[in-house]
């Protein structure tokens, strides 16, 4: 079973829907991120968490939202959906300064 | 502002060429440096990553990295290219402001030949 899981790895919901997307790790790391990826654009970073009560903006998080439900657990959601909310959307944990991060597989989201 | 460049966004080379990756990070110290690979469909997986200490770092698959503290530098190499390589490269360091989070350039897409 792969170290960080993403549900669903694709999702297609129609403009103005709310969506959760979910993201759960058996690594034990306190800190987890949600990114997204578009072309050209590499990666960006929604919000981070470093522990369950700490929540934190990235930089592009006009449109999110999330919520730190364990310390194995970290969802995004979409309170409202817009088309260039379409991405390749990335949950990641880490252990903290200097360290590797592991990432899900990916969640494919179409917004029509 | 703290970011990192990766000037290419494709690459191509012929299946056994050498391949360079270029990286420049902005910031005042050195960082902690990395690079990760994407496979077509899947997550990013960690190459290697710097430190301190030796200037040049091996990784898996045959990849290595130099950091050049003059050039802010951190290019990414491998003497003989295979075709199992074609993927999107990442350039990353570990800070973002006043926080140690981990944050990516825009990725090379790499090519091969056959």
């Known amino acids: 079973d792969a170290d960080v899981t993403q549900t669903p790895r694709n999702r297609i919901t129609k403009t103005g829907k709310r969506i959760m997307l979910e993201c759960s790790q058996t690594?034990?790391?306190?800190?987890m991120y949600w990114y997204r990826q578009d072309p050209g654009l590499g990666l960006r970073l929604i919000y981070y968490?470093?522990?369950?009560?700490?929540?934190n903006k990235g930089e592009i998080s006009d449109g999110y939202s999330v919520s730190r439900q364990a310390q194995a657990k970290f969802s995004l959601s979409l309170e409202s959906a817009i088309p260039n909310q379409t991405a390749l959307y990335f949950c990641?944990?880490?252990?903290?300064?200097?360290?590797?991060?592991?990432f899900g597989q990916g969640t494919r989201l179409t917004v029509v | 502002a703290q970011s990192v460049t990766q000037p290419d966004i494709h690459i191509t080379v012929s299946e056994g060429a050498s391949l360079e990756l270029r990286c420049n990070y902005s910031y005042g110290a050195t960082p902690y440096l990395f690079w990760y690979v994407q496979s077509p469909g899947q997550g990013l997986q960690l190459l290697l990553k710097y430190f301190s200490g030796d200037t040049l770092v091996q990784g898996i698959k045959g990849f290595e990295a130099e950091f050049k503290r003059s050039q802010s530098s951190f290019n990414l190499r491998k003497p003989s290219v295979h075709w199992s390589d074609a993927a999107e490269y990442f350039c990353a360091v570990d800070r973002s402001g006043g926080s140690y989070i981990p944050t990516f350039g825009r990725g090379t897409s790499l090519i091969v030949h056959p």
């Open positions: 968490s470093f522990d369950v009560k700490d929540i």
């Open positions: 690594k034990g790391h306190d800190r």
């Open positions: 990641a944990t880490s252990v903290g300064r200097g360290t590797e991060a592991f």
